[in-house]
């Protein structure tokens, strides 16, 4: 298993130290962790491997069946309005969002370290994917959450036999609760913001889609991005890709914000390199609505590394878009609406939509020839 390194002093832990940051407060991410890609390999996947699984050999940790609920893998599918256009359908995933591709690892790497308790804070998806996950690992589960998460997010938690905390406040508040309950030893902080393992599950979407295109990448991936593990996944994916010679180039990132929390939508605008400090307004899309992302500073450089951009959109755009998502056979939840929103409002389709300067130059990159987004979270999570 490879150990930990902080990203601002370079201190290494072993990851059995079940640290979750580093004593200088700094973040941690895989210590040299550099794959060898073996393009035949890649290009022999077994047909039979039909999980994220298949991409092992990029992965901090091996498979343990035990844990696998086959997720990954999702199907890319063509959108019926525009050209070039394709969807993936990660809300298709065991527990129904994509978060499944990091709580996997974590339940894995938490039954081979054999700990007994394991603490999460989320605003629902990431709390159902540990749950589940934990449970099949055989490791208790405690996930904190704000007062106002889903009912169908928090019976599912239940369902899986995770004690579910409620906390009053902001995502914020939800997250310190939850980092104090981790600081009790023998404790997992399965947090897919903190773990840095987390993310090496994510980054097998972009790998799917590299596979699922005919070895190739497209011009624009599209994310939501609240704290932003699916923009660090890709963006991980994509320098692995890169540096193995498999690519030639790497997809623009697009990353999509409500416009009621946007703290790194108004960074980019204005030329920051963190995060804008935000107050969080209510807003529909509740799984991004994070005012403060720990991880920021990376996310906004991934975002700019591919000449990407990050965008907003407001409530009622995209509450328009996951009604035409649904029109088209397709039920998610609010937050995997919002690229879609941004998708539409590129098109002209969205004409309450400002068209500020940041839009005008995301327009490109929304309308290129061949553009994927990810619909990650199912529409039974939050029904109304």
């Known amino acids: 298993m490879r150990p930990l390194a902080c990203v601002d002093c370079a ?28 393009p035949a390999r890649l290009a022999g996947l077994r047909p039979t491997a039909a999980s994220l699984w298949r991409y092992e050999d990029v992965l901090p940790l091996p498979v343990d069946p035990s844990v696998s609920m086959g997720e990954g893998l999702s199907p890319l599918v063509p959108a019926a309005r525009w050209p070039g256009l394709r969807l993936k359908l990660d809300f298709l995933l065991p527990t129904l969002s994509f978060k499944d591709r990091g709580a996997v690892l974590l339940a894995t790497l938490a039954r081979r370290l054999r700990v007994e308790r394991a603490v999460v804070d989320s605003s629902g998806n990431a709390g159902t994917a540990a749950a589940a996950y934990m449970a099949r690992a055989g490791v208790a589960c405690e996930v904190f959450v704000p007062e106002a998460t889903s009912a169908g997010k928090l019976a599912q938690m239940r369902a899986h036999g995770a004690t579910v905390r409620l906390v009053p406040g902001t995502r914020a508040d939800t997250a310190e609760a939850a980092r104090a309950a981790a600081d009790t030893p023998g404790t997992l902080y399965a947090s897919h913001v903190y773990h840095p393992y987390f993310v090496h599950g994510v980054k097998t979407y972009a790998y799917e889609i590299w596979e699922q295109s005919g070895h190739r990448l497209p011009d624009t991936v599209v994310v939501p991005v609240g704290n932003g593990t699916m923009v660090l996944g890709c963006s991980l994916a994509f320098q692995e890709l890169l540096a193995a010679g498999l690519v030639d180039r790497v997809p623009a990132i697009v990353a999509v ?20 400090p935000t107050a969080a307004s209510p807003t529909i899309a509740e799984g991004i609505a994070i005012a403060a992302p720990p991880r920021g500073r990376q996310i906004l450089r991934a975002v700019r590394a591919t000449g990407g951009s990050v965008i907003s959109v407001p409530d009622d755009q995209t509450a328009a878009a996951r009604e035409d998502l649904a029109a088209a056979g397709l039920f998610v939840e609010p937050t995997a609406a919002v690229c879609w929103a941004a998708v539409r409002a590129a098109h002209g389709v969205a004409p309450g939509l400002p068209d500020d300067d940041v839009l005008s130059a995301a327009r490109r990159l929304l309308t290129a020839g061949d553009v994927v987004v990810p619909l990650c979270g199912a529409g039974l999570k939050s029904p109304r």
Do not use: K
């Not at 895989?30 to 890609?37: E, G, H, I, R, Y």
């Not at 009621?260 to 939508?265: D, I, T």
């Open 11 to 38: 201190r290494t832990y072993p990851v059995e130290s079940l640290a979750w940051r580093c004593g200088c407060g700094g973040l941690l991410d895989v210590a040299d962790f550099s794959p060898t890609l073996d």
């Open 257 to 276: 914000q409500a416009a009621a929390c946007a703290p790194l939508a108004a960074a980019l605008a204005t030329g920051q390199d963190a995060p804008i």
